[in-house]
């Protein structure tokens, strides 16, 4: 008796007919359902187009020789710029690129790197350069702590140290270096505390110690005889 009710109940109601959607409602209708899907898959692409772009190093410029800076505080940008340029005015093209290119690397650990918590990331970066033998030049604030932790400067001579030996005779001053001194670097500034520090790059370099690196096997240097070359004649006339 009930679905007799109903039915007649609702007698006069007409089933609605089904509406064959346009081509634009069909896509508005695709879009509503699957556009976060797209957005997931956009922003998946890019990521891994990114990394694939920096394993394969694609638009990077390759140096041709490399500077380790290894102190407690980071150079500023104006000063560690402008040593790049003027060092890479002074070397050659070792890849065959066509342009020569002196990059500085810097690794700072204690004072600033303790306040931002980075000492122990730049410790495994420093130790990564020097078992891939990545830079040939170092720019140190203490060489002697730099030999006892890590032995691998040579004598200013070109030979080779006893892996356990101490920096004495691998460095020489900055202002011993009459090449190094002459460097037109500038000056540079920076904000701290809402306030200007200014001053002259070379001023700020003078404390500082050049050396380089020592290979014990053929495999581990980078475009030795090159980066031979450059270390004659950023150090010619110095006085030890």
């Known amino acids: 008796m009930a679905s007799e009710y109903w039915k007649w109940k609702f007698r006069d109601v007409r089933p609605e007919e089904k509406r064959e959607l346009t081509a634009e409602e ?24 990114s990394l694939i772009w920096q394993v394969l190093g694609i638009g990077e410029i390759e140096p041709d020789c490399r500077v380790a800076y290894v102190g407690s505080t980071l150079l500023p940008d104006g000063t560690a710029a402008a040593l790049e340029a003027a060092l890479s005015a002074l070397g050659e093209d070792l890849n065959g690129d066509g342009q020569a290119v002196v990059s500085l690397q810097q690794y700072v650990s204690g004072g600033e790197a303790d306040m931002m918590g ?29 030999q006892q932790a890590y032995h691998v400067l040579r004598r200013l001579d070109g030979s080779l140290l006893e892996k356990d030996a101490s920096a004495e005779g691998t460095y020489l001053a900055w202002d011993a270096c009459p090449v190094l001194r002459q460097l037109d670097l500038g000056g540079y500034s920076y904000e701290v505390m809402g306030q200007t520090v200014a001053g002259d790059s070379q001023e700020l370099l003078s404390g500082l110690f050049f050396a380089r690196r020592g290979y014990w096997t053929e495999e581990d240097a980078p475009y030795p005889e090159g980066c031979g070359a450059l270390w004659e004649r950023l150090t010619e006339g110095a006085v030890s």
């Not at 976060?36 to 998946?44: E, Q």
């Open 118 to 146: 980075t000492t122990a990331a730049t410790a495994v970066q420093l130790m990564a350069d020097i078992v891939e033998g990545e830079s040939y030049f170092f720019l140190l604030e203490d060489p002697e702590q730099f």
């Open 26 to 49: 069909k896509r508005r209708n695709w879009w509503h359902y699957h556009k976060w899907h797209i957005a997931l898959g956009i922003v998946l692409a890019v990521f891994a187009g």
